[in-house]
């Protein structure tokens, strides 16, 4: 191997190499090849992407879905979504992954609280165990349920499985979110002044610069996600900000807390 490499190099310098007294010793066959371009045409095995599923998005609400029936005190919901199904979640993405955002889980919460408690609540705590990052060419199974705890709590819960064929093995869930709702009392509204909010923070960005500082940090925002039009806010402390919701206002309606925002 050595000494045919040393060859290569030599006759690659440019020197004369007797190929027929280096090729005397080998019985060889002469054949005779076209003087026409060879067709191309390949033969090799294609990987082909899988395709996603279809997904069918509620009609009574795109991320809580359908009510399963099963037994105990514990109620599910079930839905299927894909990385631009019901929303382009593409358009949220961090390095360059779609990644579902926080305002969605709570806009799931809040839904759940509706249909399930028969009065008023507040949304005591959440917990983000784990973000559903969303592979572009794959669908998922988005799970959740809510059982009671105590007389006036109850608890959220909120997992996720990627679809393989027509089954998500159990397995294979993803434990997202946690929550506790609480009916003991009605909830506190709270009153305020955007004008006196405004005359108090004294520091201006415009959205433009803002995303494109969240764009420096690993965080796009598309098209469908940037809804901030201006933020008026004081370092650390508070902030406030236009939302422009033209152009969306029946997909707006099917949610409770747009994930958007």
Not at 106 to 121: F, N, V
Not at 224 to 243: D, Y
Request: glycine share 4%; proline share 5%.
């Amino acid at each position: 191997k050595i000494i045919l490499s040393s060859l290569g190099r030599f006759y690659e310098a440019g020197s004369d190499i007797d190929w027929a007294g280096f090729d005397r010793v080998h019985p060889r066959q002469t054949v005779v090849l076209p003087n026409y371009p060879f067709q191309t045409q390949r033969y090799w095995v294609e990987t082909v992407p899988k395709a996603v599923l279809p997904v069918a998005v509620s009609a009574e609400h795109p991320l809580l879905g359908r009510s399963l029936s099963l037994a105990g005190n514990t109620q599910y919901f079930e839905t299927e979504i894909s990385s631009n199904t019901p929303l382009n979640w593409a358009d949220h993405s961090v390095f360059d992954t779609a990644l579902m955002p926080t305002a969605a889980y709570r806009d799931m919460i809040l839904a759940i609280g509706k249909k399930c408690l028969k009065r008023e609540y507040s949304v005591d705590a959440t917990t983000i165990h784990k973000g559903l990052w969303l592979d572009d060419s794959a669908a998922y199974r988005l799970q959740a349920n809510v059982s009671q705890q105590e007389p006036t709590t109850h608890t959220v819960e909120i997992y996720s499985a990627k679809i393989d064929g027509n089954q998500a093995q159990s397995s294979d869930w993803t434990h997202h979110v946690t929550a506790v709702l609480n009916n003991s009392a009605a909830a506190s509204s709270i009153t305020f002044s955007i004008p006196d909010i405004q005359q108090r923070l004294t520091e201006t960005v415009s959205a433009e610069q803002l995303y494109q500082k969240f764009s420096q940090r690993g965080i796009s925002y598309g098209t469908s996600f940037r809804r901030l039009t201006q933020v008026w806010f004081q370092s650390n402390r508070e902030a406030i900000a236009p939302v422009d919701g033209r152009g969306h206002s029946t997909e707006i309606a099917s949610f409770l807390l747009h994930p958007t925002l």
